[in-house]
């Protein structure tokens, strides 16, 4: 995949890539995580400075913009998976479904915005936390999500 719009553009474009295919399903796997927004706005804002995209004296602008990044990612024990994402005023959101084998996921997505899709990706999930690796032509991006807590996630209003 190849980025040609605007930051804002880019990082949903890289986001929205996460997907999923069935393995181990078991209650430890399954459940909600959340992106660590963290991460996600200085990795991003590191990424595009590196890639040219942007000039390294915005780099603080460009965190700031990234902080209002939201995704969210639903394993079910079925294995198939639901995921949404926010970023601005624009949401999509996602399914397919999901393989765990040790601790490589692999996350298969057939649908975006209700429209089917065909787009893969991998990583490792380990210790509540879900790491996938995008990369291109130009450079590798790390996304990390964090299992949110369990009794949380169970409870009403979620």
Not at 62 to 68: A, F, G, Y
Request: aromatic letters at 6%; a negative charge; charged letters at 20%.
């Amino acid at each position: 995949m190849i980025y040609k719009h605007s930051v804002a553009w880019l990082a949903l474009a890289l986001v929205s890539l996460a997907s999923c295919g069935g393995g181990d399903t078991t209650s430890e796997t399954t459940g909600h995580y959340d992106l660590d927004v963290p991460h996600f706005a200085n990795h991003m804002a590191d990424k595009l400075i590196e890639i040219g995209r942007a000039p390294a004296g915005f780099r603080n602008q460009l965190v700031n913009q990234m902080q209002s990044s939201k995704f969210s990612l639903d394993l079910h024990e079925d294995g198939t998976f639901e995921a949404e994402q926010k970023m601005g005023n624009q949401s999509h959101a996602y399914s397919g479904s999901w393989t765990l084998i040790g601790s490589q996921i692999r996350l298969d997505q057939t649908h975006e915005d209700g429209s089917e899709v065909v787009d893969t990706m991998s990583g490792t999930l380990e210790h509540g936390q879900l790491t996938l690796i995008e990369q291109d032509e130009e450079t590798e991006l790390t996304i990390i999500l964090r299992r949110a807590n369990p009794a949380a996630a169970a409870s009403p209003g979620r």
